[in-house]
């Protein structure tokens, strides 16, 4: 986890130098802004500060403690647990699709989890992937890596997101050789 402090600590500092406003003030507009959604927040950063999402969202949850990796470290969850949670309920069918994308990316090598509140995120020097459920049929495979192909399957995302490409799947069978070659291009861009 040392290294997920760092880069937060890093892309705060980046926050600071480039908005020229302290952590502390920036705290002071989130908090007195009158908003209290999170999607709200983002967007008021965005339209009044010119952030991008990613350094707006950091900033949101920054100020209110509110991403999964906080609330997990608070109530000391393991990663297992932090999957449980993701995957309760009408989700939880969804749960081996998650375990055998992440048996696959052990193969790789080392890397860092981040729980987030409806995801994981998965580092080395930077975030490669993230894993969590888009809805109560499907798992959304997030990927960061460039010069992919497009196809119908692997799907690019808009600039700003906090990913490039985007896979859903609905079961373990399609975790397949072509899904875990991409991932495995985005995890060797990552390191």
């Known amino acids: 986890m040392a290294d997920l402090d760092k880069a937060l600590a890093t892309q705060l500092a980046n926050i600071e130098k480039r908005t020229g406003k302290s952590l502390t003030e920036l705290a002071a507009i989130v908090k007195t802004s009158g908003l209290s959604k999170h999607g709200e927040l983002v967007s008021m950063l965005k339209t009044t500060l010119g952030m991008g999402h990613g350094d707006a969202n950091t900033l949101v949850h920054t100020v209110l403690k509110s991403d999964g990796q906080s609330a997990a470290a608070a109530q000391r969850l393991s990663p297992d647990q932090v999957l449980g949670g993701l995957y309760a309920g ?5 749960r081996p699709i ?8 052990r193969k ?3 890397f ?7 995801y994981v995120s998965y580092r080395r020097k930077k975030q490669f992937a993230t894993i969590g459920p888009a809805t109560t049929t499907k798992v959304e495979v997030g990927l960061n890596a460039k010069g992919l192909k ?5 799907q690019a995302l808009p600039a700003g997101q906090m990913c490039n490409y985007r896979v859903r799947l609905a079961g373990v069978e399609e975790v397949d050789t072509e899904l875990i070659a991409w991932i495995r291009a985005a995890f060797e861009a990552a390191g």
């Open 98 to 105: 998650h375990d055998k994308l992440l048996l696959e990316i």
């Open 108 to 110: 790789f090598g080392a």
């Open 150 to 154: 497009i196809t119908d399957r692997l």
């Open 112 to 118: 860092e989890e981040a729980p987030k509140k409806s």
């Open 90 to 94: 009408p989700k939880a069918a969804l």
